[in-house]
């Protein structure tokens, strides 16, 4: 009898430790329109048993709502923080996450192995004249792109690699990670440069980011130079070079 006991409260201090997942992400869709139509919702039904914290109808900044998924969440949980336009089926998925923690404190798919002055992406090489030239030399990881039926592989650099900016398309934490380093995104960066400078902030607080060879396809190849854009590299780089 007292050995059963044991065993049952063992088994329920395990169930509470261990990591569980969870997906964070914002969308401009519904519930109904997200389960239907977008790449991540249709993803995720292979992933039943994975949590999913998705703010629907969303027009808040993506930084806002990832500090409030941080705040809520247990000290256990491995936040993913992805797009929307995002699809994934790599069968050891999670298993790899779990690999690349134990050598990161942060994941990503795609990043920079330095940080250049003025640079307005993970991965360009920029000076004060030209914004989007690639830093080819000090790039790693790759992204899926295209036709997802028949993706091509954009690759950037070998991977895994230490990072010092990771592409904000797939961030992976734990939660307690960043709890306990008070590492937090920055709520002035609504949609532009809040990956950056989340990266620049777990930097700065001691902890380890890099890429991880995980097979993600994303839609949207991003947009750089609109108006919005500038403005949030204004606030970028005035908060990062004093």
């Not at 942060?106 to 307005?120: D, E, F, K, M, Q």
Request: include cysteine; charged fraction near 25%; hydrophobic fraction near 40%.
């Amino acid at each position: 009898m007292l050995i059963s006991l044991v065993k049952q409260i063992a088994g329920r201090l395990h169930r509470s430790t261990r990591a569980r997942f969870c997906i964070v992400s914002a969308t401009r869709l519904t519930a109904e329109e997200f389960e239907r139509n977008s790449l991540l919702g249709r993803s995720l039904r292979k992933w039943p048993e994975c949590k999913r914290k998705v703010f629907f109808d969303n027009n808040v900044g993506l930084s806002a709502l990832y500090n409030r998924a941080i705040a809520e969440a247990s000290p256990s949980d491995v936040l993913i923080f992805v797009h929307d336009d995002v699809w994934f089926d790599q069968p050891d998925f999670f298993e790899q996450i779990l690999k690349g923690l134990r050598r990161y404190d942060v994941l990503g798919i795609a990043g920079n192995t330095r940080l250049c002055p003025n640079h307005s992406a993970w991965l360009f090489n920029s000076t004060l004249t030209v914004d989007f030239e690639l830093d080819r030399d000090h790039l790693s990881g790759s992204v899926l792109s295209g036709n997802l039926r028949r993706p091509t592989k954009n690759i950037y650099g070998p991977t895994p690699a230490a990072c010092e900016l990771l592409d904000g398309v797939l961030l992976v934490a734990k939660a307690g990670v960043l709890k306990s380093r008070g590492a937090q995104f920055d709520e002035r960066f609504l949609f532009d440069f809040y990956d950056l400078d989340f990266c620049r902030t777990c930097r700065a607080q001691g902890l380890k980011l890099g890429t991880w060879p995980l097979e993600v396809f994303h839609l949207s190849p991003g947009v750089f130079g609109s108006t919005k854009w500038r403005a949030a590299k204004e606030i970028y780089l005035k908060k990062w070079s004093a």
